[in-house]
């Protein structure tokens, strides 16, 4: 008897093999470092572990010029897939950063004896989950995108809860759990009415029998299409689809909605840019215009209910429903210029969502309470740096050129009207309007109180760490990084757009 | 120093000017003194700048060309022609004078504030010589940053209103600009202003000229401008109106008439008749405004209207008159609110009815309100005589109604100006101005005197700037060949 055994290209699955070995590590540490040395332990090998992702991922890159699909069918090698892989590690570095000082959370009631209690079990479950975005993004047929679906998502209900002690960690958690698996059974219920209508799960395989057995249209495949997109929808945390995005944004630990608002949203955005233009290219009528009503949808809810919230995470959650809202806008046109409207947005996007809650949770750890409009008072002028980088994030998330995200603005935009779309590129301009008078709530918020207000909080985080003031330099690197890279994405455009050339035309445009 | 590159210094020296002051961590005393070195240096950059530029040659000078993102053909493209390197001239030197102004006043929060008055310096700049649709815009609304923190931190008791209407007007314009910008590029297939073709899309003319409208602004769009001139602190107030607005008349001239002919006569009546509006409108609210700012905010309404009709005349003397009248207006006002701010200083308040008498003991205070007044109410030999009497002529071309109406409005703004200068320097003693409230100090002096010295200087020789416009001898037919 011979065993027959698939070639596995192990160079090809890298990034996530070392990610999830890294994730074992850390699990490790819980149990055999001294509590003492656990936090220092653990997250260095988180960081050593996204290093050497993010250096394979760079590697694959450009070593993956002609894509093409390993591991029998199941999972791209090919430049789409490590870009996208190159800029989770990258937010995955930057967590781990914000998590050495930030988790737990500040403010829970417990003794700060026990800090370090789950400190490792944190770093691992931040591996796994990132091991398993870095897997989704490469999927190439259903179960694949299902499975690794469901390996981050059960990693991050685990990490919305690891505050058990704080305010609204479990309920968080709990939400996002349930309202994750109907998400997630939404599109399992999909591919197996895709399945179904063409007898196949692999994205190449579902455009050729749409292709030769005439399927365009077939209920089935409509029905399996639409609900393959309300489960991507939930993570991408796009409206209707979005409810549970505040509420899991505002409990979650902050390092931990700043890790979901930036990676989940890349990994999923990615991946269904891929599987749209991949498995259903001659659906496109149907689905190009099903994103833009999704777009259109999240850009209106996003950005009128943040008008009214006063806790900044809120305000910041409704924010990302916005921005998923302009990703969409590239997504449903569904065009190589697109895919690299959407692979751009995605860098400046996830820098500046990822240092605006990296802020948050420094002002948390002050206050020892949420952040809201009201406490945020005078906070620009005593951490001029954090500061200053807030204001240049809300500035650059309402698209005044001051970042990339004023350039992505106009690419996505450019792709609708290109798309034929004006009434979007509309939509998009109002919408942009709106927003602005949020984010600059929270510009005013920090700077144009009234001098009174301006005073330093009574408290502070003195009064929570019960020592001298927090020096926090990683969360200073962390934030100072995402500065960089979002300031730094206005004037590096042209090789940004060079690279996600190259990544989208691994995809059949 | 090679001629093209000064164009990006005076963009970006401004910028790392800002960006030095905000990484030092120096006192108030040297921050302002490195503020003010930079906005001198950039004065005797553009000085060079002029001297450099070639008057009898047609085209575009001293530009630029790099690659911003090439699947889009958008490009940091940047060059001057002779009316906007005099738009240049006017920010480099009003800007210089506020920042001179906020140094001497001693503005709380120095490094943060000198950092925003460069920033400003270096946006506006770009907005007058940026050659790329994409690379104005940003610019257009970089403006918008600095403008929004300057005044929603050191502005009045009632900024915050302010400020998120003048946001909020502004940003309703130039985002649909935005839109325009994207269609006008796309269809096109290049963002270029100078290689780009005409356009005959009435709606993205439309698209444009909103966003114009609202920056300069003409009547109905000016909601934002009273409260954000009363609320400023007058320094920005004078960036405001003297520099900022003309940000917009500019884009209309550069813009919507060079790019959109077709679209641009049909609206021509439409347009004239709203700068009209705005030219009577304002002047009428300009007489009955109760305080300083609020006379020189509405005459500023009636300015850019008064230039709009100039622009939109689209003959070659209304050409010249309004570009001259952009200069001699930008140095007006500018100067006008600065003395608003030391009048206010002085006296706590900008109420005529707490002013008055305030020309005894005060010469220099009084002389150089009586010249500004005088100038600016285009009394004949002053610069503005001569930009308006351009206009006015260049209006009558299209019909003689529209100079008319210009014309009565100049008798209004004698009577607005004379109002002022009485409130403020004759009448009765204010029950505020108290015998110790001093006359202008040297280092007043200083920043207001060179502006009024420019003045008279074009009311010397106004053809220094209406001849030197535009290439050869119609700047009618240089707008219609698209400035090559």
Redesign the interface.
């Known amino acids: 008897m011979t065993l027959h055994t698939t070639h596995v290209d192990w160079f090809g699955l890298g990034p996530v093999l070392v990610l999830i070995g890294a994730s074992f590590v850390a699990l490790l540490c819980a149990v055999l470092v001294p509590r003492a040395m656990r936090r220092l332990a653990s997250a260095t090998i988180a960081g050593a572990g996204f290093t050497a992702a993010l250096v394979l991922a760079v590697w694959l890159y450009v070593d993956s010029a002609n894509g093409h699909t390993i591991v029998s069918g199941a999972f791209y090698r090919d430049r789409w897939t490590a870009l996208g892989q190159v800029i989770l590690c990258a937010i995955g570095l930057a967590t781990t950063l914000l998590g050495v000082e930030h988790i737990p959370g500040w403010g829970r009631s417990s003794d700060p004896e026990r800090r370090d209690d789950h400190i490792a079990e944190f770093f691992a479950l931040l591996l796994a989950s990132g091991a398993g975005m870095a897997f989704f993004v490469g999927a190439a047929n259903l179960m694949v995108l299902f499975l690794s679906l469901e390996w981050f998502s059960i990693a991050l209900y685990v990490m919305c809860a690891i505050d058990y002690d704080l305010e609204g960690s479990l309920e968080a958690g709990l939400k996002y759990l349930i309202v994750g698996s109907f998400g997630a059974g939404a599109l399992l219920f999909g591919s197996a009415l895709v399945y179904g209508a063409t007898g196949t799960t692999s994205f190449h395989g579902i455009a050729r029998a749409v292709a030769s057995q005439g399927l365009t249209g077939d209920t089935f495949l409509v029905t399996g299409i639409a609900l393959i997109v309300a489960g991507l929808g939930f993570k991408m945390s796009a409206a209707p689809f979005h409810m549970w995005t505040p509420d899991v944004y505002e409990g979650a630990p902050t390092t931990v909605t700043a890790w979901m608002s930036s990676a989940t949203k890349v990994a999923a955005l990615l991946l269904a840019f891929r599987l749209m233009t991949t498995a259903f290219p001659h659906d496109e009528h149907l689905w190009s215009w099903a994103f833009a009503i999704v777009a259109t949808v999240s850009l209106a809810i996003g950005n009128f209910a943040a008008l009214v919230q006063r806790n900044v995470k809120r305000i910041l959650a409704y924010s990302s429903i916005s921005h998923a809202g302009f990703m969409l806008i590239g997504l449903s046109a569904g065009s190589a ?1 697109g895919g ?1 409207a959407l692979m751009y947005y995605l860098v400046p996007y996830s820098a500046m969502a990822f240092g605006s809650f990296a802020i948050v949770a420094a002002r948390e750890r002050e206050l020892g309470v949420p952040v809201t409009l009201e406490n945020l008072a005078g906070f620009g ?1 005593e951490r001029p740096f954090l500061g ?1 980088a807030m ?1 240049f994030f809300m ?1 650059g998330f309402a698209g ?3 970042g990339g995200g ?2 992505g603005k ?2 996505v ?2 792709a609708a ?2 798309h034929g779309w ?1 009434w979007l ?2 939509v998009g ?2 919408a ?2 709106v927003s ?2 949020y984010y ?1 709530g929270i ?2 918020a920090m ?2 109180r009234p001098s009174a207000e301006l005073q330093v909080q009574p408290g502070g985080s003195v009064a929570v760490s019960g020592g001298a003031p927090a020096k926090e330099e990683l969360l200073h690197v962390a934030v100072g990084a995402a500065f960089v890279v979002s300031l730094g994405s206005l004037f590096a ?2 090789p940004l ?1 060079e690279l996600a ?1 190259h990544a989208a035309r691994a995809l059949p445009l | 120093m090679n001629a093209s590159s000064l164009t990006s210094i005076l963009i970006w020296l401004p910028i790392a000017g800002a960006i030095l002051i ?1 990484i030092l961590p120096l006192s108030r005393y040297a921050t302002g003194s490195l503020a003010l070195l930079f906005s001198l240096a950039e004065v005797g950059f553009w000085i060079e700048q002029a001297a450099r530029f070639d008057f009898t040659r047609s085209g575009l000078q001293m530009e630029e060309r790099a ?6 053909h958008v490009s940091y493209h940047v060059g001057v022609y002779g009316f906007s390197m005099w738009l240049v001239g006017l920010t480099v030197v009003a800007m210089a004078a506020c920042t001179g102004y906020g140094f001497w006043v001693g503005r709380d ?1 120095s490094r943060a504030y000198f950092g925003l008055m460069l920033l400003l310096t270096g946006a506006t700049v770009g907005v007058f010589v940026a050659q790329d649709l ?1 690379v104005f ?3 257009f ?2 403006m ?2 600095p403008l ?2 300057l005044i ?2 050191w502005g009045g008791a009632r ?2 209103e302010a ?2 209407k003048f ?2 007007y502004t ?2 314009g130039s ?2 600009m ?2 325009a910008i ?2 006008y ?2 269809k096109s297939g290049t963002f270029d202003l100078v290689n780009g073709p005409t356009s005959a899309s009435r709606w993205l003319f439309l698209g444009f000229m909103l966003a114009f409208v609202i920056k300069a602004p003409l009547f109905p769009f000016h909601g934002w401008l009273p409260d954000a001139y009363r609320e400023a602190p007058p320094e920005v107030s004078a960036v405001l109106s003297g520099v900022i607005a003309k940000a917009g008349l500019y884009g209309m001239l550069r813009i919507a008439i060079a790019k959109f002919p077709d679209p641009t006569s049909f609206y021509r009546t439409a347009v004239l008749a709203l700068a009209a509006a705005a030219l009577v409108y304002g002047s009428l609210l300009a007489f009955r405004s109760t305080d300083f700012r609020g006379v020189v905010a509405y005459s500023s309404l009636a300015q850019s209207g008064l230039i709009a009709l100039g622009l939109f005349a689209g003959t070659d003397l209304g050409f010249d008159g309004a570009v001259l009248q952009m200069v001699a207006h930008g140095l007006i006002s500018t100067s006008l609110f600065l003395i608003a701010g030391a009048v206010e200083r002085r006296t706590t308040t900008g109420e005529f009815r707490f002013l008055g008498g305030m020309a005894r003991g005060r010469p220099a205070l009084a002389t150089l309100l009586m010249t500004l007044g005088v100038i600016s109410l285009a009394v004949p030999g002053s610069a503005s005589f001569a930009g308006e009497f351009l206009i006015l002529a260049g209006v009558f071309q299209r019909a003689w109604w529209w100079s008319a109406i210009g014309a009565g409005a100049i008798v209004l703004a004698a009577m607005y100006m004379l109002r002022l200068i009485s409130a403020v320097l004759h009448e009765a003693r204010g029950s505020t101005v108290a015998d110790e409230a001093l006359d202008l100090r040297p280092g007043e002096l200083a920043l207001v005197v060179p502006l009024v010295a420019g003045l008279l200087f074009l009311s010397a020789w106004p053809a220094g700037i209406s001849h030197h416009s535009f290439f050869g001898q119609s700047p009618a037919a240089s707008v219609r060949s698209q400035f090559k």
């Open positions: 210029l690299r002028w200053v204001w500035f005044l050129p001051l004023f350039v106009f690419y935009l450019a009207y290109r004006v590129v509309i301009v109002l942009t309007l602005l008078y600059l510009v005013r700077y144009m455009v042209q757009i050339r | 905000w690659t911003w993102f090439g699947d889009l929060r994409l815009y940003a610019f609304e970089a918008l940053i929004y923190v929603g931190v900024r915050m400020t998120i946001v909020i940003m309703a985002l649909l935005l839109a994207i269609a590029g796309l």
